[in-house]
């Protein structure tokens, strides 16, 4: 089982007198091992944007069981059990339960502040399943100061406001797109076959066998999907 990251970013637009103006949030689902941005979505935070992340991932894996590590956000459990679960039969007659699976893991790391925003202790529980040794968050949080580095609209207490909702979307979209296919990733670079102390570099699409070599922006303009 592949172990799967949740992560949530966070943009405010531009206030007032602005259309679609206000709060907007991804919700990021990035596996661990080949660094890829397995799905995303975009909207106002709460448990449907969670939900339509979650489903697109069950479409994409077949719903096949996933270990998942996450922040504290309190709908996490909720909406991982409601697209996992199955009918339990027992062998007795009358309806089945429905229940999560035993394989279908999720652990939470819970980061509690005082009122200045002052870290003071790190909780890493069990919220589905047995907990999941190594489970942190600290890829995706990679990912989203990476974001910010490329993106002056996430970049905190800026004046570059996305100010239309479909500009942030397609912002965010194409610096994922970009993430998974068009970069190489130093962690996952394997050694070169013939050459001694050179390597092969991979996007996360080619540690993820969805491509098999790096893009280029030409390419993505040119190519007709």
């Not at 679960?85 to 939470?108: C, D, M, S």
Request: charge should be positive; hydrophobic fraction near 35%.
């Amino acid at each position: 089982m592949r172990l799967t990251n949740f992560g949530l970013l966070s943009k405010k637009n531009a206030p007032d007198k602005i259309p679609n103006a206000g709060e907007r949030w991804g919700c990021l689902i990035q596996d661990r091992a080949s660094r890829c941005i397995v799905a995303h979505a975009h909207g106002r935070i709460g448990d449907e944007l969670v939900d339509q992340a979650v489903g697109i991932v069950g479409e994409r894996t077949k719903h096949r069981p996933l270990d998942w590590c996450g922040d504290g956000w309190r709908g996490y459990p909720a909406v991982i059990s409601r697209h996992y679960r199955q009918p339990h039969i027992p062998g007795k007659r009358g309806r089945p339960a429905v229940i999560v699976p035993a394989t279908v893991r999720l652990t939470q790391t819970i980061k509690h502040r005082d009122e200045h925003g002052r870290l003071l202790s790190v909780e890493v529980k069990a919220a589905l399943g047995t907990e999941i040794p190594h489970a942190r968050t600290v890829h995706i949080e990679r990912f989203h100061g990476c974001l910010r580095d490329h993106l002056n609209a996430l970049t905190r207490k800026t004046h570059a406001f996305a100010k239309m909702d479909e500009t942030w979307d397609a912002l965010l979209s194409l610096q994922i797109f970009d993430h998974n296919f068009g970069r190489s990733h130093q962690a996952l670079r394997l050694p070169h076959l013939t050459s001694l102390g050179r390597y092969l570099h991979r996007s996360p699409a080619m540690a993820l066998g969805i491509s098999d070599h790096i893009w280029s922006l030409a390419e993505l303009l040119t190519t007709s999907l």
